[in-house]
């Protein structure tokens, strides 16, 4: 029962996740068949889904949805704003319920109550406004339905296809039903659209033939009806029967015979990952094994390093592989996103046009999970207040409906999430106003606050600017907690905005574990490692070629003078004497830099893990990484460091 309680689950929020989809791409389509068939065949399935389980109130409303959706593609109703605003509440009071249900093993105390609200508001849109009959209660899960269905499953099968409603039933007439004037078989040819018939006896049949008096037949079928239309026709013999719903298959069936999905449990894909890592961190083990033979047997370690090598290779498929088992599209975490951000602007009477791309852009499953949360916190306060009302953006030439803007991509290694809208933007200067007001720090380090600093001031908890704190938002009021959902998930947060122009918020964060290739360096005593793609080159230099340049010191580099920092300055740490060689990292990209270390190690392949604990948001940390002889190395986010300039 647990196993088919998961899968009721998690099919069940796809369901309605793709009848979301579905009616929302109806609004700027209206009347779409497509949309309106694959909504109502959502809707359908998970109403006979939840027939099987004693959810009655979310049966009856998904009922009265089903309908709505029947009448919407018989073009009975107009598929306008009201129709849409009620189905998708249903849908929202959907996966609320299915949150409790997973969460209590029951719906919440208020579910009747609301469901009858929800199945009214829903009837009520229907031709005439004259409430149909209300939904049956559904069956607690048949035990003999799993069977008939599998057993008549190709009788089935094409009125599944069609998207027909089914219904199924048992009828165990009673041994003396014919001396009561019934006739099981006539009452069974009387019912409507049969699909298929199964018939079997009762109790064994006795040694010395049947009784033609006595009834001994089990009577199962499946018919393209209501249950209503049904329990009509069995009125006089309802206590012989049971009624049960037929819920259609949650998807069409695979394009390919060869494509197959497999339901693997996490903590098994987990431990999996595991396995993969630890072989990577054994692997580096070998390596520093490798390199002792060398000394005293260079023939030896050759060949050696060759084996070396090639277990390293698979090591990093295997690694590899693993994890992409852990790796889920961004969109799982998008894909709600829509539909709540249509509910708060409608709920603040603004008009938004929302657009969402790079849902397809992987990462690991717990990126994912926490992403969704900062991300409904930033769109709430962008619509709240960033997009101003229809009538004030028209008056300031803008169109009526505020444009937000959700992409994702990779970016080196990380994820790239950027959410941008349209709207009033923030002012600094009333943001550094703010700050004094509320005692954030004390005015001459306010003053001294660049624009970039003013607009991060956003995020400190409790910060706003807004008159009055609203129960949605408040560009400072749930800031905070992006913020530190984001650092919880080893990203960083940026933000941008101008006065009248918008507002863009950067979210920066891990695609997850990884092998990276490494340069070893040193600064400071200590060893550090430096991502392989960040480096464009090596030098070594005499000190004498270093220049001071102003504040700082400068070299030129085949005819162009490079800026030139010292990675132990950076990192806060005490350098050592230089000595008559520079020993030089040269940075990729347009704006070239330079690096001074105290000496250069070796290159490897390591497994990067996202900075956790104290390390978290750690500024200029890429992550951490485990050595083949035990010892932990810092692995440094050179773009980062540069940018900061020494905050580090």
Avoid at 339 to 356: C, D, P
Avoid at 475 to 498: E, F, K, N, P
Avoid at 521 to 544: C, F, K, M, Q, W
Wanted: charged share 25%; aromatic share 4%; proline share 8%.
């Amino acid at each position: 029962m647990s196993e088919l309680l998961e899968q009721f689950l998690v099919e069940s929020r796809e369901l309605v996740q793709a009848a979301a989809d579905d009616l929302l791409a109806l609004e700027s389509a209206p009347g779409d068949p497509a949309r309106l068939d694959g909504a109502f065949r959502a809707v359908h399935t998970l109403k006979g889904s939840v027939a099987l389980f004693d959810l009655a109130p979310m049966g009856a409303a998904l009922h009265a949805g089903e309908d709505l959706l029947d009448a919407l593609r018989r073009g009975a109703v107009a598929p306008d704003r009201a129709a849409m605003d009620a189905l998708l509440a249903l849908l929202g009071a959907s996966e609320a319920w299915l949150d409790a249900f997973a969460a209590d093993g029951r719906l919440p105390d208020a579910a009747a109550a609301d469901g009858r609200a929800l199945e009214a508001a829903l009837r009520a849109r229907l031709p005439g406004n004259a409430p149909a009959q209300p939904a049956p209660l559904p069956a607690a899960s048949p035990d003999w339905l799993p069977a008939l269905l599998e057993r008549e499953a190709a009788a089935i099968a094409p009125a599944r296809a069609e998207g027909r409603t089914l219904a199924a039933l048992r009828y165990v007439p009673s041994p003396d039903c014919f001396f009561l004037g019934d006739d099981p078989i006539a009452i069974i040819r009387a019912l409507p659209a049969p699909v298929a018939l199964h018939l079997a006896q009762r109790e064994p049949w006795p040694a010395d033939g049947p009784d033609p008096f006595t009834c001994n037949l089990v009577i199962e079928a499946v018919f393209a009806a209501s249950e209503a239309e049904l329990r009509q026709g069995l009125r006089l013999v309802a206590d012989q029967v049971a009624l049960a719903p037929v819920p259609a298959p949650a998807a069409p069936p695979a394009p390919s015979s060869s494509s197959r999905g497999l339901r693997v449990d996490a903590a098994r894909v987990d431990a999996l990952v595991d396995l993969a890592e630890e072989l990577v961190v054994a692997r580096n083990g070998l390596a520093h094994l490798v390199a002792r033979v060398g000394e005293e047997n260079p023939a030896l370690a050759r060949a050696l390093a060759e084996s070396e090598a090639g277990i390293g290779r698979l090591a990093e498929r295997m690694h590899r592989a693993a994890l992409g088992l852990r790796l889920v599209p961004l969109g799982r975490a998008f894909a709600r996103l829509p539909r709540l951000a249509r509910e708060t602007a409608g709920g603040l009477g603004k008009e938004i046009a929302l657009s969402v791309a790079g849902e397809a852009v992987e990462a690991d499953r717990a990126v994912v999970d926490g992403l969704f949360d900062p991300l409904l916190h930033l769109l709430r306060n962008a619509i709240d207040h960033g997009i101003e009302p229809p009538e004030v953006r028209e008056a300031a030439g803008k169109p009526r409906a505020g444009r937000i803007a959700l992409s994702a991509a990779r970016e080196d290694g990380w994820i790239a999430v950027t959410l941008s809208d349209d709207g009033r933007g923030m002012d600094p200067a009333r943001l550094r106003a703010a700050a004094k007001a509320r005692g954030v720090a004390d005015d001459a380090a306010i003053d001294a606050m660049d624009d970039a600093a003013a607009l991060d001031l956003v995020f400190r908890p409790g910060f706003s600017t807004a008159g009055t704190v609203t129960a949605i938002s408040g560009r400072g009021v749930g800031m905070d907690a992006a913020r530190a959902a984001v650092d919880s998930l080893g990203g960083r947060v940026a933000i941008r905005s101008a006065p009248g122009e918008g507002t863009t918020i950067r979210l920066l964060l891990p695609a997850g574990a990884a092998v990276t290739g490494v340069l070893t360096v040193r600064a400071g005593g200590e060893l550090y490692g430096i991502p392989v793609d960040a480096v464009a080159e090596t030098a070594r230099l005499p000190a004498s070629a270093i220049l001071p340049l102003g504040a700082g010191e400068a070299f030129v580099l085949r005819g162009r003078t490079l800026p030139l920092l010292r990675l132990a300055g950076l990192l806060g740490l005490k350098p050592a004497p230089r000595g008559g060689t520079a020993r030089l990292l040269v940075t990729g990209g347009a704006e070239r830099a330079a690096l001074e270390v105290e000496g250069f190690g070796g290159r490897l392949d390591v497994l990067l893990r996202p900075p956790q604990g104290l390390l978290r948001g750690l500024p200029g940390l890429a992550g951490t990484a485990l050595l083949g002889d035990g010892s932990a190395l810092l692995v440094l986010d050179l773009p980062d460091l540069l940018a900061r300039g020494g905050a580090a």
